[in-house]
């Protein structure tokens, strides 16, 4: 579904501008301050799900990546209001990952109901697919986790069998997250598919293949 354009959107997002890092590349391989985690959410849409996780670990760097401007400035004005110092938010394809960060920097990077691009020619362009798992197993340190969640079940029976295929070690697999209650930080989509009582997948996968950056 497509967003509806917001209302003044230019100095809304100048008013944020101090959340938003406009030249990232910069930034590649000094993105952290000390030993804190780096955390980064590929397509943070509205925030929700940013800006709860970041206030719940206030020692951990957020980095929320999305392309909808008219989404990311909800997402920052939220962070905003809560006061978060360690959230920051960057307008870029995930594609550009590797330019952003460098091999071994990211602690864990959260994929959250992306969008499924059904159908053979375009899969290429789901952020579980073979274009983008190597540029995750780069840019994560040893050990370091994907965690992912959909309510689409192709999406995610593919994303398993990709995972799995590309040297993906898999584990935490549920097809309904929620089941017992909620369970961990919703986004706004997730919040809402709970309400319709739509069943939410969700796993955790973590590289055991080798990595560039010199560890398996």
């Not at 959340?19 to 849409?45: A, H, I, M, N």
């Not at 460098?102 to 059904?118: S, V």
């Not at 593919?158 to 995972?163: A, D, G, K, T």
């Amino acid at each position: 579904m497509r967003m509806r354009k917001k209302r003044n959107l230019i100095p809304r997002m100048a008013r944020c501008a101090h959340l938003q890092v406009f030249e990232p590349e910069t930034r590649r391989g000094v993105w952290r301050e000390g030993d804190s985690p780096l955390y980064v959410e590929l397509g943070c849409g509205k925030g929700r799900f940013t800006a709860e996780t970041a206030a719940a670990e206030p020692e951990a760097l957020y980095v929320a990546v999305e392309r909808v401007p008219d989404a990311m400035v909800i997402a920052m004005e939220r962070a905003d209001r809560l006061g978060l110092a360690n959230v920051r938010f960057l307008d870029m394809d995930a594609a550009r990952l590797g330019e952003v960060f460098a091999p071994g920097e990211i602690d864990r990077l959260y994929i959250n109901f992306c969008d499924p691009w059904p159908g053979n020619r375009h899969a290429k362009r789901r952020l579980t697919s073979h274009r983008f798992l190597p540029l995750y197993a780069e840019a994560l340190r040893p050990g370091g986790e994907i965690h992912f969640k959909t309510d689409n079940v192709p999406l995610f029976d593919y994303s398993l069998e990709m995972f799995r295929s590309m040297g993906w070690a898999v584990s935490e697999v549920t097809r309904d997250l929620h089941a017992d209650g909620v369970c961990g930080v919703m986004t706004d989509y997730e919040a809402k598919f709970y309400e319709q009582g739509i069943p939410i997948c969700r796993c955790v996968a973590v590289y055991k293949g080798e990595n560039d950056h010199g560890q398996a």
